[in-house]
C-alpha cells in the first residue's frame, strides 16, 4: 500500500516539480540578488514593469491552450488514442502559434507608444522590442509542456524549466563579465537578453522531448495506428495517404474538430486570464506613479517599487514551489476523480490541501518573522525590503491555501467561481492602490495584499468546503 502511494501520480509528479521549482527558485533568488546589486533598486523597478506585458501576452496566447491541451490529452492517452492526442497538440499549436507572431510583432512595432501611455516609464521601450521575441518560444514550449503534463510526464516540463532559468542566468553572467573586461557600463537590457535567450533553451529541449515521444510511441501501437500516424503530420496529401484512410477519416474535418472543442474550453480560461493579468498590470503599472503621489519622487517611487516585487516577494514566493507543483497537478487528477465518481477521492484532496497548506504557511511565516529583517539586510543589503518581508510573511497561510483549493475548484468545472474570487480580490487590491498608497505609502498597498488574499482564501474554503461536504453526503 506505501509503495503503491510513494508511485502515485500526484506524489511523484509533485515530487519532480517541487525539487526542479526549488532548484529553479534558487537559482533565481541569487539572480536577482546579483541584479540587484548591479542594476540598484531603480533598475530592478524598470526590469518589473516590463513584468505585465510578458503575463498579459502569455494570458492572450497561450495559457488557456495549454491547460485545453493537457485535460484533452489527459483523457485521449487514458484510452491510449495516442494519434489524437498528438493531433490536439498540434492543432492547440497551430492556433496559440499564430496568435503569439501577431502579438509578438505588435509589441516590436508599437513599444514606444505601449512604453510611454501603458507602462507610463519610457524608458521601458527597448526592453519591450527585446521581449516581444521571447513570445513565440514560449508558446512552443508551453504547448508542449501542456501534453506532457496530460500524460504525467512531469520530468520534461521540470527539465525545460530548469534549462530556462539555467541558460537565462549563464547567459546574463557571461554578458556582464564580457562588459566589465571591456570596460563597458552593464544596463538592464542584458538581463531581458538572458530572457530570450532563456526561453530558447526551454523551447529546444521541449521539442527534442516531443520527437523522441512521437518515436517512442508510435511504432509501439497497432500496425493500423502506425500508419495513421502519417496523419499527425501537416504534410501534403499523397497516394499513400489517401489509400490508407476511408472517406471518414479526413483530416482537415478531424483538425477542425479538435480546434473546435479546444477553444471551448480554451477561450473562456484565456478571457478569465486576460482579465485577471489586466487587473493586475493595472496594478503593477500603477503603484509607483501613487507612489509620487503620496510625495517620492520618480527614482525613489521605482527604487521601493523595484525592492517590493525584485527582492521581498520573491523571497516570500520561494516555498511556493510546493504548493505550485501540487496545483499543477491536482487539476487533471481531480478532474479524473469527479468524472468517474469518485466523490471520496475529491473530497480527500479538498481536506488534505487545506490541511498540509495550512501546516506549510504558518511554517513559512513564523520564519520569515524571525529571519525576514536579517534576510533583508544580508541578501540585498536593504532594511527596507527586511521591512516588506515582516509584513509579506502574513500572507503565506492564505495564499498557499488559495492557490491549490483553485486549482481544485478548477478541475471540478468550477472555473467561473474561481475567476469571480480572483477578480474580487484584485478588485480589493486596487482599491488600496489608488487610496491607500497616496495616504500611507506602500504600506497601504502591502496591506491591500493581505486583504485581499485573506478574502480570496475565504471564498475559495467555503466553495470547497460545500462541495467536500456534499461528496461525503455522496458517499455515504
Same mark, same amino acid.
Given at each position: 500500500?506505501?509503495?503503491?502511494?510513494?508511485?502515485?501520480?500526484?506524489?511523484?509528479?509533485?515530487?519532480?516539480?517541487?525539487?526542479? $521549482?526549488?532548484?529553479?527558485?534558487?537559482?533565481?533568488?541569487?539572480?536577482?540578488?546579483?541584479?540587484?546589486?548591479?542594476?540598484?533598486?531603480?533598475?530592478?523597478?524598470? =526590469?518589473?514593469?516590463?513584468?505585465?506585458?510578458?503575463?498579459?501576452?502569455?494570458?492572450?496566447?497561450?495559457?488557456?491552450?495549454?491547460?485545453?491541451?493537457?485535460?484533452?490529452?489527459?483523457?485521449?492517452?487514458?484510452?491510449?488514442?495516442?494519434?489524437?492526442?498528438?493531433?490536439?497538440?498540434?492543432?492547440?499549436?497551430?492556433?496559440?502559434?499564430?496568435?503569439?507572431?501577431?502579438?509578438?510583432?505588435?509589441? =516590436?512595432?508599437?513599444?514606444?507608444?505601449?512604453?510611454?501611455?501603458?507602462?507610463?516609464?519610457?524608458?521601458?521601450?527597448?526592453?519591450?522590442?527585446?521581449?516581444?521575441?521571447?513570445?513565440?518560444?514560449?508558446?512552443?514550449?508551453?504547448?508542449?509542456?501542456?501534453?506532457?503534463?496530460?500524460?504525467?510526464?512531469?520530468?520534461?516540463?521540470?527539465?525545460?524549466?530548469?534549462?530556462?532559468?539555467?541558460?537565462?542566468?549563464?547567459?546574463?553572467?557571461?554578458?556582464?563579465?564580457?562588459?566589465?573586461?571591456?570596460?563597458?557600463?552593464?544596463?538592464?537590457?542584458?538581463?531581458?537578453?538572458?530572457?530570450?535567450?532563456?526561453?530558447?533553451?526551454?523551447?529546444?529541449?521541449?521539442?527534442?522531448?516531443?520527437?523522441?515521444?512521437?518515436?517512442?510511441?508510435?511504432?509501439?501501437?497497432?500496425?493500423?495506428?502506425?500508419?495513421?500516424?502519417?496523419?499527425?503530420?501537416?504534410?501534403?496529401?499523397? +497516394?499513400?495517404?489517401?489509400?490508407?484512410?476511408?472517406?471518414?477519416?479526413?483530416?482537415?474535418?478531424?483538425?477542425?474538430?479538435?480546434?473546435?472543442?479546444?477553444?471551448?474550453?480554451?477561450?473562456?480560461?484565456?478571457?478569465?486570464?486576460?482579465?485577471?493579468?489586466?487587473?493586475?498590470?493595472?496594478?503593477?503599472?500603477?503603484? !509607483?506613479?501613487?507612489?509620487?503621489?503620496?510625495?517620492?519622487?520618480?527614482?525613489?517611487?521605482?527604487?521601493?517599487?523595484?525592492?517590493?516585487?525584485?527582492?521581498?516577494?520573491?523571497?516570500?514566493?520561494?516555498?511556493?514551489?510546493?504548493?505550485?507543483?501540487?496545483?499543477?497537478?491536482?487539476?487533471?487528477?481531480?478532474?479524473?476523480?469527479?468524472?468517474?465518481?469518485?466523490?471520496?477521492?475529491? +473530497?480527500?484532496?479538498?481536506?488534505?490541501?487545506?490541511?498540509?497548506?495550512?501546516?506549510?504557511?504558518?511554517?513559512?511565516?513564523?520564519?520569515?518573522?524571525?529571519? $525576514?529583517?536579517?534576510?533583508?539586510?544580508?541578501?540585498?543589503?536593504?532594511?527596507?525590503? $527586511?521591512?516588506?518581508?515582516?509584513?509579506?510573511?502574513?500572507?503565506? !497561510?492564505?495564499?498557499?491555501?488559495?492557490?491549490?483549493?483553485?486549482?481544485?475548484?478548477?478541475?471540478?468545472?468550477?472555473?467561473?467561481?474561481?475567476?469571480l474570487f480572483s477578480v474580487v480580490s484584485l478588485l480589493l487590491r486596487l482599491l488600496f492602490v489608488f487610496f491607500a498608497i497616496p495616504v500611507y505609502g506602500i504600506k497601504g498597498y502591502?496591506?491591500?495584499?493581505?486583504?485581499?488574499?485573506?478574502?480570496?482564501?475565504?471564498?475559495?474554503?467555503?466553495?470547497?468546503?460545500?462541495?467536500?461536504?456534499?461528496?461525503?453526503?455522496?458517499?455515504?
Amino acid at each position: 500500500m506505501k509503495l503503491q502511494k510513494l508511485n502515485h501520480p500526484l506524489v511523484t509528479g509533485t515530487v519532480i516539480l517541487t525539487l526542479t $521549482g526549488l532548484l529553479s527558485r534558487f537559482i533565481g533568488f541569487f539572480y536577482r540578488i546579483f541584479l540587484s546589486n548591479v542594476f540598484g533598486a531603480e533598475g530592478m523597478g524598470i =526590469y518589473q514593469l516590463i513584468a505585465p506585458v510578458l503575463a498579459l501576452s502569455f494570458a492572450l496566447t497561450v495559457s488557456g491552450i495549454q491547460t485545453a491541451i493537457s485535460k484533452y490529452v489527459a483523457s485521449e492517452t487514458s484510452t491510449r488514442d495516442y494519434r489524437t492526442s498528438f493531433r490536439t497538440l498540434w492543432a492547440g499549436f497551430l492556433m496559440a502559434m499564430a496568435i503569439s507572431i501577431a502579438c509578438a510583432l505588435y509589441i =516590436y512595432l508599437f513599444a514606444d507608444m505601449i512604453a510611454v501611455t501603458l507602462l507610463l516609464e519610457a524608458r521601458t521601450a527597448p526592453l519591450l522590442r527585446i521581449i516581444a521575441l521571447s513570445i513565440p518560444m514560449a508558446t512552443v514550449h508551453s504547448c508542449i509542456n501542456g501534453y506532457f503534463y496530460g500524460i504525467r510526464k512531469t520530468a520534461i516540463p521540470a527539465i525545460s524549466q530548469l534549462a530556462e532559468q539555467i541558460c537565462r542566468v549563464g547567459s546574463v553572467y557571461l554578458i556582464y563579465h564580457i562588459c566589465r573586461q571591456h570596460n563597458m557600463e552593464p544596463t538592464i537590457s542584458f538581463a531581458v537578453v538572458g530572457l530570450v535567450i532563456g526561453e530558447s533553451a526551454s523551447m529546444i529541449v521541449s521539442v527534442i522531448a516531443i520527437m523522441s515521444r512521437a518515436h517512442q510511441v508510435f511504432p509501439a501501437v497497432n500496425d493500423q495506428d502506425s500508419h495513421r500516424a502519417y496523419s499527425l503530420l501537416p504534410v501534403r496529401d499523397t +497516394r499513400r495517404r489517401k489509400s490508407q484512410f476511408s472517406a471518414s477519416d479526413n483530416v482537415p474535418a478531424a483538425y477542425r474538430h479538435i480546434m473546435g472543442h479546444l477553444l471551448r474550453l480554451a477561450v473562456p480560461l484565456s478571457a478569465n486570464r486576460l482579465v485577471i493579468n489586466l487587473l493586475q498590470s493595472i496594478e503593477a503599472i500603477y503603484i !509607483p506613479n501613487r507612489l509620487m503621489a503620496y510625495g517620492l519622487n520618480n527614482a525613489d517611487a521605482l527604487g521601493v517599487y523595484g525592492v517590493l516585487t525584485g527582492m521581498s516577494l520573491p523571497l516570500i514566493l520561494f516555498p511556493s514551489a510546493i504548493t505550485n507543483s501540487i496545483s499543477v497537478l491536482l487539476l487533471p487528477i481531480v478532474s479524473e476523480a469527479d468524472a468517474s465518481g469518485n466523490q471520496n477521492a475529491v +473530497r480527500r484532496a479538498i481536506m488534505t490541501s487545506i490541511r498540509y497548506c495550512l501546516l506549510l504557511g504558518c511554517g513559512c511565516t513564523a520564519m520569515f518573522l524571525l529571519l $525576514g529583517r536579517s534576510a533583508g539586510r544580508l541578501l540585498f543589503h536593504s532594511e527596507l525590503a $527586511g521591512s516588506f518581508i515582516l509584513t509579506l510573511s502574513f500572507i503565506c !497561510p492564505f495564499m498557499y491555501i488559495a492557490s491549490t483549493l483553485g486549482s481544485i475548484l478548477n478541475g471540478l468545472g468550477k472555473t467561473a467561481q474561481t475567476f469571480l474570487f480572483s477578480v474580487v480580490s484584485l478588485l480589493l487590491r486596487l482599491l488600496f492602490v489608488f487610496f491607500a498608497i497616496p495616504v500611507y505609502g506602500i504600506k497601504g498597498y502591502l496591506w491591500g495584499m493581505l486583504a485581499s488574499q485573506m478574502l480570496q482564501t475565504f471564498l475559495c474554503t467555503v466553495s470547497a468546503l460545500r462541495i467536500s461536504k456534499k461528496a461525503q453526503g455522496h458517499g455515504c
